[in-house]
C-alpha cells in the first residue's frame, strides 16, 4: 500500500504558486478537495487552470508552497504516477496505433492495468478498436483516451478540457462513462471545462480559479444553500454589506441587484430573495476578478 | 422512474431527485415495496455525479421514505404524508382543466406560472391571518 492511501484529501494545496518569468500562472493556491468528489475546474483562459493541473501530475514543479496528491508530494516515480490518471487536452495518443495497441503498450508500462474494462467499454460504445486512432472521430478518440487513463485504475483522475471539442452527444457519452467510473469505486476527479451545465451535472465540488487565484473551494450543494440573489429599489449598500457578504452588485437608476454570500436567511422583507443557479454564483465571482482570495477562504483558515 | 434536472434552479441536483421521487409517490408511481434504480443504473441514464444520488436515497432514508438494503437495494418503505393518490390525480385532472381554460383565454405560461404564484402567496396570507 502506498503511504498516504489512508489520505480523507485528495488534494491539498497551501500558499501553491507558479511563476513564468516575472508572470504568476498561479498565485496563493490554498485549497483542500476531499476524496471521493468531482471537481469542476472552472475560470477564464488564463487562470491557471492547466498550470495547477500539471503541477497536480507532478508534470510541473511548482515556484511556491506545498502541494499533496492523496496525501504525497507529486513525483515522477511509478508509485505516485500509478495512481494518478492525466488526460491532457489535446487528448495525446500516437495517431498511427489503434486502441488496441494503445492498450497493450500501456500492459507493459503499468502495474494493475485493466485492459479487459477499457475494451468492454470501448465495445460498448462501438469504438472500432483496431484501427489507427487518427482515423477515429473526436468523441472516440476522447473515449479511448478516457479508456486508457482509467485502466491504470487512477485513485485520482485529472481532465483538461476533455470535452471541449465534442458534439453534445459525444460529450453525454464521455462523461456518463467517468461517472460510471466514479460509481464503481474510490476514485476522485477534477476536471477543467467552460461548459457549466455539464459540469453542474456531474460535479459535486468546485474549484473557480480568476486571475491566477482561487476564488471558490466548496461543495456544490453548500455553494448553493450559501448564495443568493437580491432585488430591491436602489439603495446604499454601506448597511448590508455589514451583515452580508456582496459578491456583485448590479445598480440601475432604481434598482439594486446583489449576489450575496449569507450564512442564514435575509430578513429584511424590502428585498426580493431567489435562489441562484450555480452557473450565475461562478459568473459573479469571475466578474469579481482583483479580489484576493475569497473572503470565505481566509475566514475557514482562521477557523483552522 | 426517469429523472430530469433543471440546472439553473437554483435547487440543488440532490433535492430535486429528492423532489421528483417524493411526488413519484404521491402520484402513486411508485408503491411501497418498490425497488429505486441503483445508483449506478441512474448514472449510466442521466449522467449525473453517483454522489449526488447516494445524497438523495440518504435524505430520502433519513426521512424514514425508503430503506437500504446491504447489497440488494433501496427500497420504498411508506409514502410521504398527505392525501392517497386518488386525491393528487382528481386534482391534477381539475389543474389540466383550469390550465386548458387559462390557454384558451390566452395566457401564456409565464402568466399562468405568475398567476399561480401570486393565488398560492395571497391563500397562504389568508390562512396566516
Known sequence: MASGSGSTTAITTKGLGKRYGSLWALQDCTISVPRGRVTALVGPNGAGKTTLLRMLVGLSRPSTGELAVLGRAPRQDPEFLSSVGYLAQDVPLYPRLSAEDHLRLGAHLNEGWDADGARSRLAALHVPTDRPVATLSGGQRAQVGLGLALAKRPRLLLLDEPVAALDPLARREFLTTLTEAVADGDLSVMLSSHLLHDLERVCDHVLLLSSSRAQICEDIDDLLASHRMLLGRRRDLTDIERSLTVIKATQTERQTRLLVRCDGPVLDPSWEITEVGLEDIILGYMGQGDVPLGGHLNALEEVR | ?129
Request: net charge neutral; glycine share 8%; proline share 5%.
Open chain 2, 1 to 129: 422512474m426517469s429523472f430530469q434536472l433543471n440546472s439553473a434552479s437554483g435547487v440543488p441536483a440532490y433535492l430535486q431527485l429528492v423532489q421528483q421521487i417524493k411526488q413519484a409517490l404521491r402520484m402513486g408511481v411508485l408503491k411501497v415495496g418498490d425497488k429505486l434504480p441503483t445508483v449506478k443504473e441512474v448514472v449510466a441514464e442521466v449522467a449525473i455525479n453517483p454522489n449526488t444520488v447516494m445524497k438523495a436515497y440518504w435524505e430520502l432514508e433519513h426521512e424514514g421514505l425508503v430503506e437500504g438494503r446491504q447489497g440488494v437495494g433501496t427500497f420504498v418503505s411508506r409514502r410521504p404524508d398527505g392525501p392517497p393518490p386518488g386525491t393528487q390525480a382528481r386534482l391534477a385532472r381539475s389543474l389540466e382543466k383550469w390550465v386548458l381554460t387559462a390557454r384558451q383565454e390566452g395566457l401564456d405560461e409565464e402568466s399562468i406560472e405568475a398567476l399561480l404564484r401570486s393565488i398560492l402567496r395571497s391563500s397562504w396570507i389568508e390562512g396566516v391571518a
